[in-house]
């Protein structure tokens, strides 16, 4: 998604927008208004704004002097992706690391942003239904719109054609050309949906049914939320009848796509080890699958557990956070779970079930009793500690080899004890507030290994928390201004994990645990915003001199994402004083 691209600002409005919601290597791209026809690109240098100009000629794009491009869009990838170097003129290097985002000009779900022609016309085509249609972001001029419709004319390869419609946007007024305006692209789209579009060549294209986005801006997903969360009326033969949501089309389009994912499960299908699975068709990915090391080579199968790495692919962050998903324990199992444990320098547990819900056993007590300990294979667990908050339970286990007592390791365990039996929370401020403590106890070990996070078949809640959680990390990382597909989220980790996220109920849980997750971020700035309102301080020049210590901002980095996640009813002293000892504990442990 072309995000990037601010269409209505000036310099100034660039430079306030990088200073109050960027970082370091943030930047946007906006029309030049000192020359028209140009743009600038403005990018967050340290504590300063500086401002790049680039050429439109009429037939391509460059840096005055640079690469020539055919897009703006294909310029700025080319160097966010590091091919080409930025360089200010005394000499510092310009790195545009972080696209600060506008908002889209709908939030209409047929608005597909920065979508090209031939991949607009690939989902056209794909769906084979003539009147279907979708709005994207003019590649060739930034700030206008194209409309692109499926006829039912052929083309020269025999596939239906799809027409362009190049839609102007004018004063902020939208147009196809003629003397027709409107307001907005919903008025635009709604008028030629009545009326249909004359082409130059004669020929008349309708619209009839609109080609779906699943991709939103994060800031405006309460408004997506409350699309999906329609149900129109709909008269069948003299009854009113509701036809199926927004929700329910988005999870079973991904039902159908799950299905074309054919991988190997042949190590939980072999004779010795199918005993090790807590249900016989719920098998992890051979390519993904957690192997056991250090067991006895002579026993067949001594090197499976039922768990699969997960990582999240689709954003590529520095300090890559993985998962690992797995089932509930079996009895059989508690050996092989703790040497995963040692084996993976886990420090965090999260559990999303109950030992025994409904009269079903869900999960056998790996742990031992409060103050007690347990022999698990070739390692000692004990429970130091136990205390129940509101919606969970945390026990402080310690794990070592027995012959090597010496050698410890703190296992924090987090038990979510809110989750129902059937169907998911009422409201996900719980949920919410519980990643924000496990996160902020994964955060305390520097170099820790996955998190693993486990209910009883390992797919269901666990993916639902694994969703969440990814896309709160990105979130934080890019700003609450990012694209989120949180269909595309849930097609990732299924192909690292089969059957991650398994009911509608559960994934309408993951856009309303993030849309709560926005506005609360949303609130936060805006006390942040009232709070220093006050102060009119002018721009002091900003040396531009580089840290020698990058792992101390690497930690002050963390310690703002961390802050970030205090709940809002966190926000006082005693919170304050939570992050201060975080941040203490984080400084010890890297640099002692």
Not at 251 to 270: I, N, P, T, Y
Not at 383 to 406: F, H, N, Q
Not at 512 to 529: D, G, M
């Amino acid at each position: 998604m072309v995000k990037w691209f601010h269409r209505d600002i000036t310099g100034l409005q660039a430079e306030e927008m990088l200073k109050s919601r960027g970082i370091h290597g943030s930047f946007l791209a906006r029309p030049s208004k000192k020359n028209v026809g140009d743009f600038s690109l403005s990018v967050r240098l340290g504590e300063m704004v500086t401002h790049i100009r680039i050429q439109n000629t009429g037939d391509y794009y460059d840096l005055y002097g640079g690469e020539k491009f055919a897009t703006l869009s294909e310029l700025v990838e080319y160097y966010t992706a590091e091919n080409g170097i930025l360089q200010d003129k005394d000499g510092t290097i310009i790195e545009l690391k972080y696209p600060l985002n506008c908002s889209d000009p709908t939030t209409e779900r047929w608005y597909h942003g920065h979508l090209s022609g031939p991949n607009a016309e690939k989902l056209l085509t794909s769906r084979d239904e003539p009147g279907t249609f979708l709005v994207r972001e003019s590649l060739s001029k930034p700030g206008d719109f194209v409309l692109s419709v499926l006829t039912d004319e052929r083309s020269k390869t025999g596939a239906k054609r799809v027409s362009h419609i190049k839609i102007m946007c004018q004063n902020d007024r939208y147009t196809v050309g003629g003397s027709e305006m409107f307001d907005t692209l919903t008025d635009l789209v709604d008028h030629y949906k009545r009326k249909g579009i004359e082409e130059i060549s004669g020929n008349w294209v309708y619209l009839k049914q609109p080609y779906y986005s699943t991709r939103v801006n994060a800031a405006d997903i309460d408004s997506r939320v409350k699309q999906l969360d329609q149900t129109a009326d709909k008269q069948d033969e003299g009854e009113g009848q509701k036809s199926k949501a927004g929700f329910w089309e988005e999870f079973d389009a991904l039902q159908k796509m799950e299905a074309k994912v054919k991988k190997s499960r042949e190590e939980g299908q072999r004779p010795e080890n199918k005993s090790k699975n807590r249900y016989k068709n719920i098998l992890p990915f051979n390519e993904t699958r957690v192997t056991l090391k250090d067991t006895d080579p002579n026993v067949v199968g001594s090197d499976y557990i039922n768990a699969n790495y997960v990582r999240n692919t689709l954003y590529e962050a520095t300090d890559e956070k993985v998962y690992i998903a797995t089932q509930g324990c079996l009895a059989t199992t508690v050996n092989d779970f703790w040497q995963m444990v040692w084996q993976e320098n886990t420090h965090v547990i999260v559990m999303t079930t109950r030992e025994v819900e409904k009269g079903r056993n869900k999960c056998v007590p790996y742990w031992p009793e409060l103050h007690s300990t347990k022999e698990v294979g070739p390692y000692v667990v004990t429970c130091t500690l136990e205390r129940e908050a509101t919606d969970y339970k945390v026990r402080l286990l310690e794990i070592g080899p027995i012959d090597k007592p010496s050698i410890c390791r703190e296992v924090w365990h987090y038990q979510y004890l809110s989750w129902p039996d059937h169907g998911v929370p009422q409201e996900p401020g719980g949920v919410l507030s519980f990643l924000t403590q496990v996160n902020a106890k994964q955060a305390e070990f520097c170099h820790a290994g996955p998190m693993i996070i486990h209910c009883s078949a390992g797919i269901g809640r666990t993916g639902t928390i694994v969703v969440i959680d990814m896309i709160i990390e990105t979130i934080d990382t890019i700003g609450i201004d990012c694209d989120i597909d949180i269909p595309k989220y849930i097609q990732m980790v299924r192909e690292q994990r089969s059957g991650m996220v398994q009911t509608e109920a559960q994934y309408k849980f993951i856009y309303l645990a993030v849309s709560e997750y926005i506005q609360s971020t949303k609130a936060k700035q805006n006390e942040a915003e009232t709070e220093y309102g006050n102060l009119q301080l002018k721009h002091q020049p900003a040396s531009r001199k580089v840290s020698n210590q990058p792992e101390l901002q690497l930690l002050f980095v963390s310690l703002a994402v961390h802050r970030a996640r205090v709940r809002k009813d966190d926000t006082n002293t005693s919170g304050l004083e939570e992050i201060r000892n975080h941040f203490s504990v984080a400084i010890k442990r890297c640099f002692y």
